[in-house]
């Protein structure tokens, strides 16, 4: 039996309508950006006796895949229905959840993390047809207050940066980065997986295999056995994945020579899927999460500057909050006037709620003020919905 695992991880999101707007912008990169969801299954179909990995699907994206206009512009390029058919049937591929419209938790209303999750769920068990066991937190955003909401939705594990988990006894940090614990919180408890965040950072850059076996002994020496190294990136930004040339990219120049050592025997890690691993060997240890994301833009990731840095960061993210809460006053008031309540105020709640979920995309904090506009605008939408609906509910200047 193997002693030293590897779970492999791919994140893949866009930001609503990207899709589409890529194709008519940029042609070129929304190919590339499209391969780039197409080529894992062709290397779980490759290495489907030994090959284990992970991918993750935020809601939005699925989205898109669904969506009529986005196969017709790509269908030269990839046969979407036939592409979720392919994810649907992989054995070897662990699919995850994140929030639908990739908000970054910890600075959305908890009254919405429900909504984010559980439509998330419902999309993937209707599209691929199987209820994700484990969640990705978009950003890597993470805060022990999510620990009973992730749970309630059923969720098994959870992925979270290994720099921000810490284990009693573990001063150096090495132990707690190499196996997954339980984390409990406010009657809450979940799996915690520690990705670790170097190896990561090379998986998203670029690496070879022998490189990462001998990252591998570096990291995992002196650690309890079995033990668990995870690493997780994004799967279609930059180069390494976007690469025209396969062979020179993620898949041809890493996981491939990778796997055919695997086969070969020898090689220091056995690919596994966390499920799996999770089954075999359950959490023995308890461990804290410090609140934090992972390391992008400018930011290391134990802050939420990147997204909520600047003052009009920081201000329509309180917009965000007063529309959630101005929604949830409102449709508590619909609810209180039952059946004699307007259909018009209800389909128009309906439509504010979809907006204000759709505003809490992280894309549109991440890239400082430039993107900020689109979340404005979508506010505002919402916004001018729900002064409608007051109107019908008869509620006057009182909410």
């Not at 120049?253 to 691993?277: D, K, N």
């Not at 609810?335 to 709620?353: F, I, K, N």
Request: net charge negative; with cysteine.
């Amino acid at each position: 039996m193997a002693e030293l695992y590897h779970a492999l991880g791919l994140h893949m999101h866009q930001p609503p309508g990207n899709l589409e707007l890529l194709w008519r912008e940029n042609e070129w990169e929304a190919r590339q950006i499209m391969l780039c969801y197409q080529r894992p299954l062709k290397y779980a179909q490759r290495f489907a006796e030994r090959g284990r990995f992970h991918v993750d699907f935020s809601g939005i994206l699925i989205e898109q895949f669904l969506d009529p206009t986005v196969k017709g512009l790509y269908r030269e390029v990839v046969d979407v229905d036939a592409m979720l058919a392919g994810y649907r049937e992989a054995k070897n591929i662990e699919l995850l959840a994140t929030g639908y419209f990739h908000p970054i938790f910890p600075l959305i209303p908890e009254e919405d993390w429900g909504d984010q999750l559980e439509r998330a769920v419902k999309l993937m068990e209707q599209v691929f047809g199987r209820r994700p066991k484990g969640f990705w937190p978009p950003e890597m955003a993470f805060s022990m207050d999510m620990v009973p909401a992730l749970q309630k939705a059923g969720f098994q594990y959870v992925v979270v940066d290994h720099v921000h988990v810490t284990s009693e006894g573990d001063e150096s940090g090495r132990e707690t980065a190499s196996h997954p614990h339980l984390a409990r919180h406010a009657g809450g408890e979940i799996a915690v997986i520690p990705r670790h965040r170097d190896l990561s950072n090379a998986q998203e850059s670029g690496m070879a295999p022998p490189w990462l076996a001998d990252q591998v002994a570096r990291v995992a020496e002196g650690v309890s056995r079995p033990a668990l190294l995870t690493t997780w990136s994004d799967g279609e930004n930059g180069g390494w994945f976007r690469q025209t040339a396969e062979e020179s990219g993620f898949w041809g120049h890493f996981y491939a020579p990778y796997m055919e050592q695997v086969e070969r025997g020898g090689y220091p890690v056995e690919p596994t899927l966390i499920s799996e691993y999770l089954e075999r060997h359950p959490p023995k240890t308890e461990a804290k999460v410090r609140t934090g994301a992972w390391n992008v833009g400018t930011t290391g990731g134990f802050d939420f500057s990147q997204w909520a840095g600047s003052p009009r960061q920081k201000a329509v993210l309180e917009r965000v909050w007063e529309t959630s809460q101005r929604y949830r006053r409102l449709q508590h008031r619909l609810a209180a006037a039952g059946d004699e309540g307007p259909e018009e105020a209800r389909e128009l709640l309906r439509q504010a709620h979809e907006t204000i979920l759709r505003s809490e995309t992280s894309c549109y904090f991440f890239w400082g003020d430039s993107w900020v506009p689109k979340a404005e605008a979508l506010l505002d939408m919402a916004e001018g919905k729900l002064d409608r609906a007051r109107e019908l509910l008869g509620a006057g200047g009182k909410e």
